[in-house]
């Protein structure tokens, strides 16, 4: 089974994108923090960065409602993807969301309509 439950901030603001057909993407960037011990028993902490993405109707929504430092709890599934280029070939992961919860937002951000910027993608790009 492939899911992946995650709680942390927003470290930016959401970035929203569409497709050529006009399919809404909303990337997040997600920092989680984990505590553990050390070998001599210290307590230390240390924060873990992970991409996010939402599709369609409620990319847009979630675009209007979250903002950096907003806490959210994801459900989703984690997709590895690559690509090559001049010969090197890239890696990266990212969580596909299927569920999102905000559970706080920053004092200071209230719903807005940010503009949405077009981007280029093409239906290969669509993980589904």
Known sequence: MNLAVL???????PELSYTPSS???LKLRLTVKEQYKTKQGEQKER?????????GPRAEA????????????VRG???NESYERDGVKKYW???ICDEVTCVSRPR???PTDKPAEQASFSADDIPF
């Open 62 to 73: 979630f675009n209007n409602e979250l903002g950096k430092g907003s806490e959210i709890i």
């Open 108 to 110: 200071d951000n209230a």
């Open 47 to 55: 924060m873990n960065w992970f991409t996010l993405k939402v599709f």
């Open 7 to 13: 709680t942390g901030f927003l470290a930016e603001e």
């Open 77 to 79: 599934r984690i997709s």
């Open 93 to 95: 992961t990212e969580i």
């Open 23 to 25: 399919m809404a993407i």
